[in-house]
């Protein structure tokens, strides 16, 4: 629970009012799992997207960020689809994202640039689009207001579990909710890693405003994720704001009383996704949380956190359980931002291990029990300002080579 926000045990990213979500196979995928899904929206709603910074992006985004823009911002449907990344496909490729727009707003009889879409998996090869087109015929009847899972199902890959949370809250007279939903396993590195995420909320909430909420709450949770240090062609983040909740006349912005509870919520749900993602990894056995204390500056703070949790040697360690802080300093000292080498302290939990830069004595089996847990926590303190930043990742492990290395097959 937060200070300002309840978490909806049950709920889904059709929790809040207005929403349904579907999800179908239609043979994208060799084994018999969802792998088209939709999100819908009764009434057009408040949108906003935040897309991969790789130089080749997929064909998908190009045609969700055209509809945005050419809507005024309003989205009111949303279709993905998983097996395959329609990325590097070319002219055809882009001809079958804007297939899968047009199409699916003809059959769900709204206007063409009110529909988003999403695609992930392999790189390089053409949708089958015989089977798309089927499945997006087929759609509109699995749209239902608890279709939260048959979505989540239909967006992984080599995702282990769903990935899906829920919160509400007061704004005014009226409970509003914001939930969300994300696929994230594998070619996962800060500034949009290899992921899909979706939110979804019932407040009342213009455009601009939401595009600069998530904008900012991106930098604080989807951005400082990593798995493997690879930075995906396909990463979006889309969320859709209804409206229908707003219980007033006064839409939500800096200057409204609740603005401070809205956002907590927002960035509850997106680092919540953004730690899930960190957590199925693929291969992985536990958690990394790198926190960098007391930094010169945030940009600073962000850039060593980021380093440390994708450092292949520390993700090492943590999987061996060894207590090894000099690849912890090492990192720290590659990030490319200046620090104080005599004033570093560095934790494994409660275990301090280097204060003021010098080595401390610790005990290595109390260190070894605690690195063999579901969850490592690096704390480094830099005693240099005051600025923060927390960093997500997950172990480097044998079965991250195995399944990576039999992708397409």
């Known amino acids: 629970m937060g200070e300002h926000f309840t978490i909806v045990p049950e709920g889904s990213i059709t929790t809040p009012q207005g929403f349904r979500a579907g999800g179908l ?16 929206c009764d009434v057009p709603a408040s949108a906003a997207g935040v897309y991969t910074l790789n130089a080749f992006q997929a064909a998908p985004l ?9 809507s005024a911002g309003k989205l009111q449907a949303v279709l993905v689809n998983s097996g395959n990344a329609n990325a590097c496909t070319g002219d055809q490729g882009e001809a079958d994202a804007i297939a899968m727009r047009d199409e699916f707003a003809d059959a769900l009889g709204i206007d063409r640039m009110l529909v988003g879409v999403a695609s992930t998996g392999v790189i390089g090869e053409l949708l089958p689009m015989e089977k798309v087109r089927a499945g997006i015929a087929g759609m509109p009847a699995t749209l239902k207001a608890d279709g939260g899972e048959d979505f989540c199902q239909a967006i992984l890959t080599t995702d282990l579990v769903q990935k899906m949370t829920c919160v509400q809250l007061k704004v005014g007279d009226a409970v509003v909710h914001i939930a969300g939903a994300a696929k994230g396993s594998g070619m996962i590195h800060p500034n949009m890693a290899t992921m899909l995420g979706f939110m979804t909320t019932d407040a009342w909430i213009e455009p601009a405003q939401l595009h600069q909420l998530l904008r900012e709450a991106t930098d604080t949770s989807f951005n400082m994720v990593t798995v493997d240090g690879d930075t995906s062609t396909n990463d979006m983040v889309v969320v859709l704001a209804s409206g229908l909740a707003a219980g007033g006349s006064e839409p939500l912005t800096p200057a409204h009383p609740d603005w401070d509870a809205f956002v907590a919520g927002f960035r509850f749900v997106a680092e919540y996704l953004a730690k899930a993602i960190a957590c199925d990894g693929e291969g992985a056995t536990k958690l990394i949380e790198v926190s960098v204390q007391n930094a010169d500056n945030i940009d600073a703070a962000r850039a060593i956190a980021k380093t440390i949790v ?20 090492a990192a720290t000292g590659r990030a490319g931002v200046p620090v104080n080498v005599n004033t570093v302290d560095v934790r494994l939990g409660d275990i301090s291990v280097l204060e003021q830069s010098r080595p401390v004595k610790f005990d290595e089996e109390l260190a070894l029990a605690y690195l063999k847990g579901d969850q490592v926590n690096i704390y480094v303190n830099l005693n240099m300002g005051s600025a923060s930043a927390t960093a997500w990742g997950c172990d480097l492990t044998y079965d991250y080579v195995r399944i990576n290395a039999a992708y397409r097959t």
């Open 62 to 70: 190009r045609i969700t960020q055209e509809s945005v823009a050419l």
């Open 310 to 329: 994708g450092s292949s040697l520390v993700k090492s360690a943590c999987f061996g359980a060894d207590a090894n802080w000099g690849r912890i300093i």
């Open 25 to 40: 196979h239609c043979g994208l995928k060799k084994i018999e799992r969802n792998d088209l899904g939709a999100i819908v």
